[in-house]
C-alpha cells in the first residue's frame, strides 16, 4: 500500500519448473484498468528516467522489472486529491517479482540501481510525444529523496520544469 490513492503494489504471480518459468503480469480483475499500449526500456546503472506525465491526456501505468533494480517514484499531480503535490517511492526489484501500477494524473520517474535494468510498460493510452510534459528530478518544493546525487539523464529530462511551473501553465 501506498500514500497515493490508485498507486497499487503486487506480487507477480510465478510458476516455475526445470525449463524456467511463466509469469502473469497483468489480470483485468486486479487492476480493473484496458491497457491498450506496452513498451519496453533498458536503463544502465544510474540512469533516471522522469519525471515524466501526460499533461491533456494522461496515462495509467502498470510497471514490472524485468532484469535489475530501481528507485521507482510516483507524484500525485491530481489537483483534487488528498495528496496532491506529495511523491510516494519504492524499491522495484525483478528478484522480489513486483509490479506497481501507477494511476493517471501522476508523474512518474525512475533511478536504475543495477547494471542492468529492463522495465515493461503496459499503459491506458497511446503516447503523444506533443503531450508530454516532464518535471525536474530535483524539485526543491517536491524535495525527492533520490539515491544518488549526479545521475544519466536524457537531454529532455536535463530540462525539465519546476513543479510549480507545471502546476500554474496549462
Known amino acids: 500500500m501506498t500514500k497515493i490513492k490508485g498507486v497499487k503494489v503486487f506480487r507477480i504471480q510465478q510458476f516455475n519448473d526445470k525449463r524456467g518459468y511463466f509469469a502473469e503480469i497483468y489480470k483485468k480483475k486486479n487492476i480493473k484498468k484496458n491497457l491498450i499500449f506496452s513498451c519496453l526500456s533498458y536503463s544502465k546503472k544510474n540512469v533516471l528516467r522522469g519525471l515524466h506525465i501526460q499533461k491533456k491526456n494522461p496515462q495509467g501505468k502498470l510497471l514490472t522489472i524485468i532484469k535489475g ?70 524539485d526543491k518544493d517536491l524535495n525527492i529523496k533520490w539515491p544518488i546525487k549526479y545521475p544519466i539523464l536524457s537531454p529532455k529530462d536535463e530540462k525539465g520544469i519546476s513543479f510549480i511551473n507545471f502546476v500554474s501553465n496549462k
Open 69 to 138: 533494480k530501481i528507485f521507482d517514484v510516483i507524484v500525485d499531480l491530481r489537483k483534487k486529491s488528498k495528496t496532491f503535490g506529495k511523491y510516494t517511492s519504492i524499491y522495484l526489484d525483478s528478484k522480489k517479482k513486483t509490479s506497481i501500477f501507477i494511476p493517471k494524473g501522476c508523474a512518474h520517474g525512475y533511478c536504475a540501481l543495477d547494471k542492468e535494468n529492463i522495465i515493461f510498460y503496459s499503459l491506458t493510452k497511446y503516447r503523444n510525444k506533443k503531450d508530454e510534459r516532464v518535471i525536474d528530478w530535483k
